[in-house]
């Protein structure tokens, strides 16, 4: 079964050179995680991603497409980064996203992979 590990952080805002030096160290942290996941045969995938600055987001209404550059203002917490698991069950992968650094400064959601639809 496959789970998403996905770490949520706050709106991207300007860092003290004490702050980067504490992000560069929970960035070494996760990176060890993202390893130790590898090496022992659970991870599918893995990244962070970009800023929210950078991002795009796409609605089509009555057939017409309107596109919103962030930063998207109303985001108290955006998505990261994600570790994407293959486990047996829902209880392991609870205990793996549990071992994950970001759980002590963050929050950490685990959802499980599965068909957009049933037929």
Do not use: N
Request: hydrophobic share 40%; aromatic share 6%; glycine share 8%.
């Amino acid at each position: 079964m496959s789970f998403m590990v996905l770490v949520q952080q706050s709106g991207a805002r300007a860092r003290t050179d004490g702050e980067r030096r504490v992000a560069a160290e929970r960035m070494a942290r996760m990176q060890r995680y993202g390893a130790d996941l590898k090496a022992r045969g659970l991870l599918l995938a893995s990244d962070s991603l970009r800023s929210d600055e950078e991002g795009v987001r796409i609605q089509v209404r009555d057939g017409k497409r309107t596109f919103s550059d962030g930063p998207f203002t109303e985001s108290k917490e955006i998505v990261g980064g994600f570790f994407l698991i293959d486990v047996h069950t829902r209880e392991e992968a609870l205990a793996i996203a549990s071992e994950c650094p970001a759980a002590e400064w963050t929050i950490v959601e685990v959802r499980q992979s599965g068909p957009c639809f049933d037929d």
